[in-house]
């Protein structure tokens, strides 16, 4: 059965995450109920890149699916992207996926961006899409505490309590912390995360921006290995997946 490779783009407010669960409609419900209606009716099994957690927004989020018969990416992406409405869930690009290529276990780097909203009026526009904190951010002293983080640790201190993953070991290639106007925006890359890893740094990072605590902080936390020391875990609304690389990128359509 050929194999496609899929880049999603979705917003996370309507969904209960990417995995089908039984109290709510999912990204892979959506997308698998699509793509059955090209497969004979048959539901096919839709794995991801990374699974996202109810209200996380995606824009280059990778999927696999496998179909009875070839189709032309260029079709199946069309065909997708229409038969996945009304949901916000779009098809970017497909292609054939390349001999032993998984959307999980082939990915080299993956890539999550953290808006916060820093100003007192609350959001219109990009409600659903942001943290909002009105109190001033210092987003040098964010960064600052950030770049102590960088390398491979045991990042139990930012680690869900239900996360799954075997080792609580992860390689953090980058985190920086900046302000574009309003927004202070955090960019976390490495090869894999834990669960809630991302939000839980930002939500250690914010005391750093609002003088709470001070730029070594966030490191001592790290190496005390403890969550309960850590920070909240930031609302979910401004996180975003926004890409994933490969070590050999399918020939997207």
Not at 44 to 69: C, K, M, N, S, Y
Not at 94 to 99: D, G, M, Y
Not at 204 to 210: A, H, I, K, S, W
């Amino acid at each position: 059965m050929p194999l496609y490779a899929l880049t999603l783009e979705y917003h996370g407010g309507p969904f209960v995450g990417w995995q089908r669960q039984a109290n709510g409609l999912s990204v892979q419900q959506v997308l698998e109920e699509a793509a059955a209606r090209l497969n004979g009716g048959i539901l096919p099994a839709a794995v991801a890149a990374g699974r996202t957690d109810a209200g996380v927004h995606a824009e280059g989020q990778v999927a696999q699916v496998a179909l009875a018969r070839e189709i032309d990416p260029l079709r199946l992406r069309e065909a997708l992207d229409f038969h996945s409405r009304p949901h916000p869930v779009a098809v970017l690009r497909a292609a054939l996926a390349p001999p032993g290529w998984n959307a999980r276990f082939s990915a080299a780097a993956r890539g999550y961006r953290y808006r916060i909203l820093n100003r007192r009026a609350r959001p219109a526009l990009e409600e659903g899409r942001v943290w909002h904190v009105k109190a001033p951010l210092d987003a040098g002293a964010m960064h600052a505490a950030a770049q102590r983080l960088l390398g491979k640790h045991d990042f139990s201190a930012f680690r869900a309590a239900a996360c799954q993953a075997k080792s609580p070991l992860r390689t953090l290639d980058r985190l920086d912390v900046a302000r574009l106007g309003e927004e202070v925006v955090i960019t976390a890359e490495a090869r894999s995360f834990l669960h809630h890893q991302v939000r839980n740094l930002v939500g250690t990072l914010l005391e750093v921006g609002q003088g709470k605590r001070g730029v070594a902080w966030p490191r001592q936390v790290l190496d005390s290995r403890d969550r309960t020391r850590a920070g909240m875990t930031a609302p979910a609304e401004g996180l975003c997946f926004t890409f994933v690389r490969y070590p050999e990128e399918p020939g997207w359509a």
